[in-house]
């Protein structure tokens, strides 16, 4: 079952490069194995750089599902999420997550091996910045 999850996500990511989209395509599959949502990747079409399909099923998954379901559902995705997308999956309460390719080897198909990475300066302003965030997750 596996296996035939992962090739509807590599079909998928290949029907979003066929719409002129970068090549990514994921699945929800509910505890049952019913299969709850599909996506394809649309940054291009939708001129929006976060219009990946895991961000997609993560937002949907946390919209429309109730937390037990959600944790007992697997997403079945073309590649590993991106930082952003894990962010967005560890948030919505999906249960796991299940990749064909990893990031390193999508990097290797890549020719320039991934995306720069973005400096960051910090941490800064410690009290005044923890001051609206204090108590807020008692």
Not at 71 to 100: K, N
Not at 112 to 138: C, N, T
């Amino acid at each position: 079952m596996k296996e035939e999850h992962l090739r509807r996500a590599i079909a998928l990511a290949a029907e979003a490069r066929e719409s002129g989209n970068p090549p990514f395509g994921s699945l929800l599959v509910g505890p049952d194995g019913t299969v709850l949502a599909e996506e394809r990747n649309t940054t291009t079409t939708d001129a929006d750089i976060t219009a990946h399909p895991e961000l997609k099923l993560a937002r949907w998954a946390a919209r429309e599902l109730d937390p037990e379901t959600a944790a007992g559902t697997t997403m079945y995705t073309s590649c590993e999420p991106c930082g952003m997308c894990a962010g967005a999956l560890a948030r919505s309460g999906i249960g796991q997550v299940v990749f064909a390719l990893s990031t390193e080897q999508l990097n290797g198909l890549r020719p320039s091996g991934g995306f720069p990475v973005v400096p960051s300066d910090g941490p800064h302003l410690y009290d005044e910045a923890s001051s609206p965030v204090s108590g807020f997750y008692s």
